[in-house]
């Protein structure tokens, strides 16, 4: 599985970014594919993620409401669009595949090389 994130950059707080996971390798049928965001000194936090099936989406309690995840089967793409950023949203941003469904740290396969975001204030 390949996993290569593109989208990350400097932005300001309110404006929005969007994300994309391009994905290969196999077929993800009954996979999820997630995003996480890690900054230095702190452990890579979920930030949301959707089934390849049927499209069902999670998302952390700190960016519900503002980002929204979508996948395109046609292309094998994941993005991550993200509203009214915050500094607090800084950070590098990775791209995750998860067999079974549900994306989390123990159940994630494998990981992008990231992309990083700023926001700055």
């Known amino acids: 599985v390949q996993l290569v994130e593109s989208g990350g950059r400097l932005v300001h707080t309110g404006d929005s970014l969007r994300l994309s996971c391009a994905a290969s390798g196999r077929t993800f049928t009954n996979w999820g594919i997630g995003w996480f965001r890690q900054t230095p000194g702190k452990e890579r936090e979920f930030v949301a993620s959707?089934?390849?099936?049927?499209?069902?989406?999670r998302y952390s309690d700190s960016v519900r409401g503002r980002f929204a995840i979508s996948r395109d089967k046609a292309t094998n793409t994941v993005y991550l669009q993200m509203n009214s950023l915050n500094p607090e949203d800084t950070a590098v941003y990775y791209c995750a595949a998860a067999p079974g469904g549900p994306v989390t740290l123990l159940t994630v396969h494998s990981w992008g090389q990231g992309t990083r975001v700023t926001v700055s204030s």
């Open positions: 959707i089934t390849w099936n049927l499209g069902t989406q």
